[in-house]
């Protein structure tokens, strides 16, 4: 007899599916999600099943298959990334160029005109604060570590006047 509560079991309830027997015997059969087969429905079959080489290959297989989902989130972090990398890089150039970050605003602005079928330009934000902002946090923070880096490996020669 095919039994109810095994459904709620929690080592058969992901696979295990009640199937309808053939006309001739009305019990139902213990059915396996990831196998796509069929068992007698007895608990020691059902348990054989759950450890034989094959149910386990199937289970590996079928929970190591990424779900469209996941797809979608990593081109969203990919896209997240080289939003970032952009602002970074007009950051950058605001500073490098001595210019005043108030253009940041003026500057997103113009490039949004001059490109406008861009996802990724559409998405860029820089105002004032949070160009200061990566200016001082990312880059700042970078050049600082690599500054530290190459001081550490140079002699210096030291005048005294
Ligand atoms: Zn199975």
Redesign the pocket.
């Known amino acids: 007899m095919f039994r109810k509560d095994w459904l709620h079991n929690n080592d058969f309830k992901n ?1 295990l599916i009640p199937i309808e027997g053939h006309k001739t015997s009305k019990e139902n059969l213990a059915g ?4 796509n ?1 069929q068992y007698k429905s007895e608990l020691t079959v059902i348990k054989n ?2 450890k ?1 080489r ?2 386990l290959t ?2 590996q297989l079928i929970i190591n298959e990424p779900e469209p989902n996941h797809v979608d989130v990593s081109v969203d972090e990919t896209d997240n990334s080289k939003i970032k990398r952009c602002e970074t890089i007009l950051a950058g150039f605001l500073a490098e160029n001595n210019l005043s970050f108030t253009l940041s605003d003026k500057l997103i602005r113009t490039i949004k005109n001059a490109v406008p079928d861009s996802q990724i330009v559409s998405k860029i934000s820089l105002d004032r604060t949070k160009s200061t902002a990566i200016v001082t946090n990312v880059i700042g923070k970078y050049e600082k570590e690599n500054l530290t880096e190459r001081v550490k490996n140079t002699y210096f020669c030291v005048q005294l006047t």
């Open positions: 696979w396996c999600r990831f196998c087969s099943h759950l034989s094959k149910h199937n289970e």
